[in-house]
């Protein structure tokens, strides 16, 4: 296993339309979360999934972003009638547990621009 | 308020020198976790370097150290030995025990290493 991995790594789309992104975390990690990281930021909390149990929601999340984890292994991120706002890096991340010392391991991410 | 505070966007360093990356937090928990993260231009998040609330001894990973002043809620990087590959983005994080689930991310600072 070579880590966390994700796609597409660059997406362009128009405003309005549809997209989605998937991620494959480390195989053995029951835990995976999505941040958004846009210019000069650092990344941000959105969602996080225990197995195929999404757990927590950031407020950032809105109604146009869904998460799915389906049978606990990966996960896909759709955001619906995407905004120029939503122009951002898409981080997924996962661990093997949620103690307070475990590390996240990230993917490299998938770099959205809405034009 | 924010719960991770970088002050610093943009730090040089002669490479061979140290460096010190400063990270001030937040919380009222009294059990925490503090992380730091590089950013390499390829954009995945790499793991550096963990310091836990109740640790009496500072945290230290090969080139890496954390300067924890729990008192000052400060958790500074220190990279001793620069080298060219550590010209990066740096994050502070930090996870609570009572949101324990999960990362959050201060601005970073933008390392640069002169030859």
Sequence with gaps: ?115 | AQKITQTQPGMFVQEKEAVTLDCTYDTSDQSYGLFWYKQPSSGEMIFLIYQGSYDEQNATEGRYSLNFQKARKSANLVISASQLGDSAMYFCAMREANTGNQFYFGTGTSLTVIP
């Design chain 1, 1 to 115: 296993d070579t880590g966390v991995s994700q796609d597409p790594r660059h997406k362009i789309t128009k405003r309005g339309q549809n997209v989605t992104f998937r991620c494959d975390p480390i195989s053995e990690h029951n835990r995976l979360y999505w941040y958004r990281q846009t210019l000069g930021q650092g990344p941000e909390f959105l969602t996080y999934f225990q197995n195929e149990a999404q757990l927590e929601k950031s407020r950032l999340l809105s109604d146009r972003f869904s998460a799915e984890r389906p049978k606990g292994s990966f996960s896909t991120l759709e955001i619906q009638r995407t905004e120029q706002g939503d122009s951002a890096m898409y981080l997924c991340a996962s661990s093997s547990g949620g103690g307070l010392n475990t590390e996240a391991f990230f993917g490299q991410g998938t770099r959205l621009t809405v034009v």
